[in-house]
């Protein structure tokens, strides 16, 4: 397993989750939910040069959706489309996209089962899916000695 902190981004139509990972790569935990549109990329860029700051930050792991079959549709583009941004806005730290069928759904549940209600698990349901898709990542790559998902190159 490699040692920093990683960052972990939901990226919905009208809010970021953002997780963050302990140095040890062994759990997530909420950081916020950025607005999405104008400064978004910044807000990020920012929450990560504190990361960065405190600790060596190895990567940023953002969601792709997919659909059950696995194929990729228009969220997927989008998604792309902001992943590439990302990834020149943070170099040279690595982007990373990663499977996150079913996290929102999960997240949504989770925070239901707590007894959060409307707008208060609205407000944090970005959040808990981002803490959901990066954990998954550290549990697969503690499980299988490799970095999950796909390493976006910085000239895209």
Request: overall charge positive.
């Amino acid at each position: 397993m490699r040692h920093g902190v990683r960052l972990g981004i939901d990226p919905g139509d009208a809010r970021i989750g953002v997780a963050r990972s302990d140095p040890s790569g062994f759990l997530a935990s909420p950081v916020e939910t950025v607005r999405r549109g104008k400064g978004d990329l910044a807000r990020i860029a920012k929450i990560l040069a504190a990361e960065q700051e405190e600790s060596t930050v190895v990567e940023v792991v953002v969601g792709l959706p997919r659909s059950l079959s696995g194929r990729e549709g228009p969220a997927a583009v989008k998604v792309r489309e902001f992943a590439a941004a990302l990834a020149r806005r943070v170099s040279p730290i690595p982007v990373r996209l990663v499977d996150e069928r079913m996290t929102t759904v999960s997240a949504e549940a989770m925070l239901r089962d707590q007894g959060r209600k409307g707008g208060k698990r609205r407000a944090v349901v970005d959040q808990a899916a981002a803490v959901l898709i990066l954990q998954h990542a550290l549990d697969t790559e503690r499980a299988t000695g490799t970095a999950p998902g796909e390493i976006l190159e910085e000239s895209q």
